[in-house]
Structures are given as C-alpha cells and as structure tokens.
C-alpha cells in the first residue's frame, strides 16, 4: 500500500519560510499518480493547496498561495516539496500530503493515500 510521510513543518513569524517534503513509500509514486497537498485548520474545511501531474509535471495552485508556494518533485527519491514563503497566519494548518488518480481527482480533493501530516504554525 502507498505510505506517505510528511515533513518540514514549524513554527514561523509572518513572511517566513518553510519547506514540507512528503516521502512516499514506492519509487514508482510520482510517476502512477499525481500527487498533492492539502491542508486543514482547526474548525475548517480541508482546503487544497498544490498538485502536481504525475504525467507531465504540470503544477496547479489554489489562489491564495500563488507567487509564495512552489510545488515540486523528485522522482528518484519519490519525493515531493512544498516551499513556502511568505507565510501568513492564515496558512496555520495541518499539512497532508495526498496521491490521487489524476490531476482532477486532486483538485477535488478526492486523494486515495495521504499521510498523517505536518503542522505549520505562522505567528502575527
């Protein structure tokens, strides 16, 4: 089965930066499903953040992070990262890290695997 670990998260001050990695638990991962990240504040609804193609590396964003988060992937190490900069408070949240069938699956946020995430924490 697909094991998904996540970290890199902390504690940071406004414009801050951090770096989540997720490492999955096969070295084909990357390259059967696209892969992505979501995240869930405390009384929130999860909120998709980042997903990347596993056919062609296509990266799609959600439009509050645009120009500070970049998604990307290692395919020898069936990792992918997350860099954030320009952290706000309001990207406080629990991380997950998630494989779905395709691009569009994960822009549903219907992922099949996802780990048991990172916690970010951006203080004002």
């Known amino acids: 089965q697909v094991q998904l670990v996540e970290s890199g998260g902390g504690l940071v001050q406004v414009g801050g930066s951090l770096t989540l990695s997720c490492e999955g638990s096969s070295t084909k991962i990357l390259r059967n499903y696209a892969m992505g990240w979501f995240r869930q504040a405390p009384g929130k609804e999860r909120e998709g953040v980042s997903w990347?193609?596993?056919?062609?590396?296509?990266?799609y964003y959600t439009n509050s992070v645009k120009g500070r988060f970049t998604i990307s992937r290692d395919n020898a190490k069936d990792t992918i990262y997350l860099q954030m900069n320009n952290l706000r408070p309001e990207d406080t949240a629990v991380y997950y890290c998630?494989?779905?069938?395709?691009?569009?699956?994960?822009?549903?946020?219907?992922?099949?695997?996802w780990g048991v995430g990172t916690q970010v924490t951006v203080s004002s």
């Open positions: 990347i193609s596993g056919y062609d590396g296509t990266t």
């Open positions: 998630g494989t779905a069938q395709n691009v569009y699956e994960a822009s549903r946020l219907r992922y099949d695997y």
